[in-house]
């Protein structure tokens, strides 16, 4: 189906900018720097200046990332590791093919880990907790290292949906002992294909991940450990490079698409609408994603498609412990909120090329269904 308003436009991202994109790309393949070569270097060192840490080492996929946080920062068998439901899968999969045990407390009001269930959730085998930085809004930072900081457990943040957000002036992947990125196509900052990173002030947790990304392997041709291979291909370092000098326009953008969606959704009773994009405060935020809740929600889809809207459910439609398969449903009782919310939530199209007279389009459609 041609949408009048598709859910992400590709083609209109990468013609933006085709030319720099493919002349880049060109010299970089010219000049035979396939892997592991300068051009991964530079980006990794100013991925790292834009978060605010001293290290950055590109990875295959944001996945990838956490897992190796987590195992660089010596989390393993037998550890339990604190985080939400409402996320993507790979979340609870990194910390599940780290050797640990996801543990999953329930979301506030802003659909991220809600602080006054984290303390309870803290048991003698909790080693981490892991925020999920979701829609591109920060959780309570100061609250979580607060705790992290009295129960001594280490913080990875899973950053995937936050690249340039900030909670205090701080940046997103710099307050924990690592952050995870994913590079993936539909996010802010993406790539043509899979790529992520983790970012880290700990000089030992960067070296880690340095050997764990390229089967363990040390400068003298050694081994130093059983390991893996995630290493981000130079392809991709270098259309990440080039697309980090236009990010804060991209930021902005996104910014200014969501203050339009906020007044012009405004008064209808049957939505939630996320925070807004304030000025000033703790949250400077980036909506990766514009997620509302919605009374009659697949009433709403439906209306919204017949019109040519592409929308999104999140994770298709559930949360982590609703996939039975995974064998965390036992945590449904401690997430009533993470419960109510699945069946109302629903993505709308947020991305820096929507134009103002789609957002007031999308904006229209939804006011039309509810009869507003």
Not at 76 to 100: F, L, P, R, Y
Not at 132 to 160: F, P, S, T
Not at 185 to 198: E, F, H, R, S
Request: with cysteine; net charge negative; aromatic share 8%.
């Amino acid at each position: 189906m041609a949408y009048k308003v598709p859910f992400i436009d590709y083609p209109a991202h990468y013609g933006q900018h085709r030319q720099e994109l493919l002349d880049r790309i060109d010299r970089m393949l010219s000049a035979g720097d396939v892997m592991l070569r300068g051009q991964l270097r530079d980006f990794e060192a100013h991925y790292a200046a834009f978060v605010g840490a001293a290290h950055c080492y590109g990875v295959g996929n944001g996945t990838d990332g956490l897992q190796l946080a987590l195992l660089a920062a010596g989390i393993g068998t037998g550890d339990e590791v604190i985080t939400v439901s409402h996320t993507m899968v790979a979340t609870a999969a990194a910390i599940h093919h780290a050797g640990a045990t996801p543990v999953l407390v329930d979301i506030a009001g802003d659909h991220l880990m809600d602080m006054d269930r984290v303390e309870e959730a803290i048991t003698p085998r909790t080693k981490a907790i892991m925020p999920v930085h979701l829609n591109g809004r920060l959780c309570d930072m100061d609250r979580l290292m607060g705790i992290a900081e009295k129960h001594r457990l280490l913080v990875v943040e899973d950053a995937a949906q936050a690249v340039g957000a900030s909670f205090n002036a701080t940046k997103a992947g710099a307050f924990g002992i690592a952050g995870a990125f994913s590079f993936y196509p539909a996010k802010i900052l993406g790539t043509y294909g899979d790529a992520g990173a983790v970012v880290t002030s700990d000089p030992e947790v960067a070296e880690r991940v340095r050997l764990l990304r390229n089967h363990g392997r040390t400068e003298t041709n050694d081994v130093a450990f059983w390991s893996f291979n995630s290493r981000m291909d130079n392809l991709h370092a270098v259309i990440l490079d080039m697309k980090l000098q236009w990010l804060p326009d991209w930021l902005l953008r996104r910014r200014e698409i969501a203050q339009q969606y906020q007044e012009m959704l405004a008064g209808v009773s049957e939505l939630v609408l996320p925070p807004a994009p304030a000025e000033e405060g703790v949250h400077h935020d980036v909506f990766q994603n514009y997620e509302v809740e919605a009374e009659d929600r697949d009433g709403l889809v439906d209306h919204l498609r017949n019109a040519g809207i592409e929308i999104m459910l999140p994770w298709g439609g559930k949360a982590v412990h609703q996939f039975a398969n995974l064998g965390l449903g036992h945590f449904a009782d401690r997430l009533p909120a993470t419960e109510r919310l699945f069946p109302r939530l629903l993505l709308l199209p947020m991305y820096c090329e929507l134009a103002d007279g789609q957002v007031e389009y999308v904006a229209k459609a939804v006011r039309g269904f509810y009869g507003s």
